[in-house]
Nanobody, 115 residues
Framework: QVQLVESGGGLVQAGGSLRLSCVAS????????MGWYRQVPGKQRELVAS????????WYANFVKGRFAISGDDAKNTVTLQMNSLKVEDTAVYYC????????WGQGTQVTVSS
């Protein structure tokens, strides 16, 4: 079965940057979109950014606009999230997601931003 492998998480000081990457272990049939979510204790998982296939339409949550940038490669089934000007409140577990005939989730990568 398809697995999404995430990398790039870690500890960074406020104002710093991290780049998250997600790669599918196999081709996803009829892939339509890719995205990044995050979750912190006491809150529901929330969409951070997404990108559609083909037209490459991008969407960003208000709390990351101007700071984060999503990019994807449909052919390689990869999606990345460049995170700049990180804030303490960005601390969370980040999950990648890819949608096709089925929906696939990464296992999550911890991002911790220190003050």
């Amino acid at each position: 079965q398809v697995q999404l492998v995430e990398s790039g998480g870690g500890l960074v000081q406020a104002g710093g940057s991290l780049r998250l990457s997600c790669v599918a272990s196999a081709s996803i049939a009829s892939i339509s979109s890719m995205g990044w979510y995050r979750q912190v204790p006491g809150k529901q998982r929330e969409l951070v950014a997404s990108i559609t296939t083909g037209s490459k339409i991008k969407w960003y949550a208000n709390f990351v606009k101007g700071r984060f940038a999503i990019s994807g490669d449909d052919a390689k089934n990869t999606v990345t999230l460049q995170m700049n000007s990180l804030k303490v409140e960005d601390t969370a577990v980040y999950y990648c997601k890819m949608r096709g005939q089925s929906t696939y989730w990464g296992q999550g990568t911890q991002v911790t931003v220190s003050s």
